[in-house]
C-alpha cells in the first residue's frame, strides 16, 4: 500500500504562483509513474499533468501547459507541481496520484490507470 501526501496549497491572486508537493511512502518510488489531478466543485476529476518513473517524459493537459512544471526526486520519493500565472478557473482540490508502472516510460493521462491516490489539497486563485 502506497501512501501519498500533499502539501503547498492554499489562497493565492490570480497570477501568483505555489508549489505543491507531494511524498510517497513507498521504499520503490521510482518503479512508479505520477500524476496530478485535479477537481473543482460539480465537476468530474480532471488531468493537470503525469511524470514518467525517471523524469524524462512528462505531459500537460493544454489548460495548464506553460505555465505548470511537474518534476519529481526519487532520492526523497516526493513529485512536485510548479504552478505559476495562476488562473482563478484553476481553483479546485489537486490530487497526487501513483501508477505502477515500472517497465514504461510514457505517463498515462487516465485516471483509472492509478493505483494510488492522495487526500488531496486546496488551491484557491482569487481574482
Known amino acids: 500500500q502506497v501512501q501519498l501526501v500533499e502539501s503547498g496549497g492554499g489562497l493565492v491572486q490570480a497570477g501568483g504562483s505555489l508549489r505543491l508537493s507531494c511524498a510517497a511512502s513507498?521504499?520503490?518510488?521510482?518503479?512508479?509513474?505520477m500524476g496530478w489531478f485535479r477537481q473543482a466543485p460539480g465537476t468530474e476529476r480532471e488531468f493537470v499533468a503525469a511524470i514518467s518513473t525517471s523524469g524524462g517524459s512528462t505531459v500537460y493537459a493544454n489548460s495548464v501547459k506553460g505555465r505548470f512544471t511537474i518534476s519529481r526526486d526519487n532520492a526523497k520519493k516526493t513529485v512536485y507541481l510548479q504552478m505559476n500565472s495562476l488562473k482563478p478557473e484553476d481553483t479546485a482540490v489537486y490530487y497526487c496520484?501513483?501508477?505502477?508502472?515500472?517497465?514504461?516510460?510514457?505517463?498515462?493521462?487516465?485516471?483509472?490507470?492509478?493505483?494510488?491516490w492522495g487526500q488531496g489539497t486546496q488551491v484557491t486563485v482569487s481574482s
Open positions: 496520484a501513483a501508477d505502477f508502472t515500472p517497465f514504461s516510460n510514457s505517463p498515462t493521462l487516465v485516471p483509472s490507470s492509478y493505483d494510488y
Open positions: 513507498e521504499r520503490t518510488f521510482s518503479n512508479y509513474a
